[in-house]
Every structure is written in C-alpha cells, then in structure tokens.
C-alpha cells in the first residue's frame, strides 16, 4: 500500500471518526444563575425534557363564567355540605369542573349513585367532600406555601381517578438471615430518586414530625446528636425534593453554608411551610380516609395512599407552570383557621429590621420583593432558634 493510497483513507476515516464523537456529544442544558457569581448557587434545566413534558403540565382552561343569582345548591339539593352556599348555577359548573379534573371517563357516576346523587353508598362521594374541603383548607391556609395560584383537584389527579404520585408504608424489610440490618435502604426506589438512601424518610418527615437537622452550628458540638441513620434519613427527604421539583439543591440552599437560614434563598421558606403543610394534610385528611377506603385502594400495609412533594409538582417547580387555579373557582377558597397554620407573619417592613449590605451595597441590586422575602426568612431563622 503506497502514501497516496493511506493518505486517502485515513483521511475519511478522520472525517467519519470526528462526526461520530460530535454525534455522541450530549446537548448542552439551560443553566439558570441563582446566587452571586463563583458560589455554585445554579440551577440547571434540561430543555428538552422540559419541551417533551410540557403538556402534561398545562393548566386546563376554566369554565365559562355562572351566574350567582337564583336560589342556592343546598336549597336545591339534598345532602349538599360543602358548597352548598353557591348558586345552583355555580353549583353545578364547579361539579363539571371536578368532573373534568378527576372523572372524565366516568363523569358523574364515579362519586355519585346513579339516579340518586344524595345517596352516601359510594365511597368516592365521601372521599371527595374531605377532598373538597382539603383543597378549600390549603387555599385558604397555606398561602405561605401554595401563594396566591392555590390548588384544585386537577393539581394533582391531571385527569386521573388516583393521582400519579402518592406513597404507602412499605414492609419492613430490613432484616434478612446473614445479612444484617438494612435499615430500609440499599435498594433503589422512586421515593429516593433511585439512590440507595433509606425509603422509609416520608414516614418521619411527610407524616411524623421528626426534626429534620444534621449539621451542628458548632465544631464538635456536644448537644447537637444526629445519628448517620438520621442524616441518610434527611438527604434521602432532600433527593425526593429536589427530585420531584426538578431542581438542583441550591435553589433553596446556599451552597457555601446549607443550613444558614440568612444565607439561603427565600425557596427554602416556602419549602419549610410545604413540608408542615403535607404533615397536616396526611394527617388530618387522608389518614382519617383509612377505613372508608376498600381494601383494593389501601397499600400493602393496609394504610391509604399519602401525599409527598411529587404529589402536586410532580417534577417541575411550580406545578402547572405557576398558573392560577382559584381565580376563576373562588369557592375553592375555604375560611382561614388560625389554629391550623404554622406563623402568619405579616410581611410589611419593620423598622427595628435592617437588611445587611456589604462595604459597595452590593444588597441594593436586589428587588423590594426581594428584601422583603429575604427578612421573612430571617425572621423564621430566629423563630427556629427560639424553638431550640
């Protein structure tokens, strides 16, 4: 074989070799900054997922406006308990609309006896009205976490009888002959984004009120204990977040000091209260629903299904791209109840509150909203602080 002849194939073969690596190079993804520049604090975002996932997450369009007038829905019907003050008209387009939400292949029938919608011999109408009034609760209540957008049914079941997303107890697997104790980990699951990290974290954290702090203030602290199970029990709760919103963990954490309230941005408040806020909810809505529930719709353990972060954002982080679902429903906003929330800290600037700025006021670039989230969470900072 003479030069010409090697010049002449090895040139080719460069060709092809170098469009096959360019081939194999992965798409580049957004890289949205978050923080200071040189801190870590990004969050990326992959545009095509992001592009192959957007239908399932737009908003449905409202019904068209009722009227008010004429006589109300409980003057009308029988056993109505919960929106029984709207008119029959309004009535009426709010049970379409849930309809649509939850039941579009059965409609009506899949919570209502057909031909006797007053009837309470259908487990669905029963689960449905604490439904109800546990959207009503969350609009009217945790604005700290849900803002003013609130939620409807289609929030979380998208069309769908059950909602996609929801997690059950699992049997406790953690001893086998020979091989120790697992502590509930070591075996990949969606409840932990597929990492190895225990599965049991919803059960101390979504539905107990276990504290959830592994990092002491202090080096070598002697009253801070946090075992390595607990602080494997933390970061798996922190991959479901991260993974259930989409997000990175710095778009509630400061990469340079996680636990620094002052430090962190204000996403980590609005986390803190959604963490409290899934409490109450299984707790006072869904776990009370046990015994209602035929066994085919329990988990193996015999517990009814809960709800976690996926539950509504179900992998973006703001569920339905941010789009307001109460305004055009207002009934689904139930009476504030004191007793349920968390704080209620009006947000109007102290004057005893001044906001730190570095030697060029560097603090000044950000935004009024901005401050005013930035003292928010100082003040639960030091409402945390109080707790210990």
């Known amino acids: 074989m003479n030069t010409v002849t090697v010049r002449r194939f090895i040139g080719p073969a460069l060709l092809i070799s170098a469009a096959v690596l360019v081939g194999c190079e992965r798409p580049p993804v957004d890289v949205e900054q978050t923080g200071y520049r040189g801190t870590g604090m990004q969050n990326p975002e992959n545009p095509r997922m992001r592009e192959r996932d957007r239908a399932r997450h737009e908003a449905p369009d409202a019904l068209s406006e009722a009227s008010d007038s004429g006589p109300r829905a409980s003057e009308v019907y029988e056993n109505v308990e919960v929106l029984g003050d709207l008119s029959v008209a309004e009535f009426q387009r709010v049970m379409r609309a849930m309809t649509e939400w939850v039941s579009p292949e059965q409609g009506c029938n899949y919570c209502h006896v057909d031909g006797d919608f007053a009837s309470e011999d259908i487990y669905t109408k029963a689960v449905s009205r604490r439904m109800l009034e546990m959207t009503r609760h969350i609009n009217a209540n945790w604005e700290a976490h849900a803002g003013e957008t609130g939620v409807t049914c289609f929030t979380c079941h998208r069309g769908e009888n059950v909602p996609e997303e929801q997690w059950f107890y699992e049997e406790d697997d953690s001893r086998f002959p020979g091989a120790g104790n697992r502590q509930m980990q070591n075996m990949p699951s969606s409840k932990t984004a597929q990492s190895s990290l225990p599965r049991n974290a919803f059960d101390a954290y979504l539905e107990g009120d276990r504290e959830i702090s592994v990092q002491g203030d202090s080096a070598l602290p ?63 809505y869904l776990n009370p629903l046990t015994s209602i529930f035929p066994d085919h719709r329990l988990g193996p353990q015999g517990d009814v299904g809960k709800i976690n972060c996926a539950t509504c954002h179900q992998g973006i982080q703001q569920p339905l791209y941010g789009a307001n ?51 928010y969470a100082e003040r639960l900072s030091r409402y945390l602080d109080d707790r210990e």
């Open 222 to 284: 002697t009253d801070h204990v946090a075992s390595i199970q607990h602080t494997e029990l933390t970061y798996s709760l922190m991959m479901h977040m991260s993974d259930s919103l989409g997000v990175s963990c710095q778009v509630c954490h400061n990469s340079r000091a996680f636990g620094a309230w002052d430090q962190s941005p204000p996403q980590r408040t609005t986390a803190w209260h959604g963490i409290r806020m899934v409490r109450e909810l299984n707790n006072a």
């Open 325 to 375: 679902m109460v305004d055009a429903y207002p009934s689904l906003v139930g009476a504030a109840d004191e007793d349920t929330r968390e704080m209620d800290w009006e947000m109007e600037t102290d004057p005893s509150e001044e906001i730190e700025t570095d030697g060029d006021g560097e603090m000044a670039r950000f935004s009024a909203e901005e401050q005013e989230r930035q003292l």
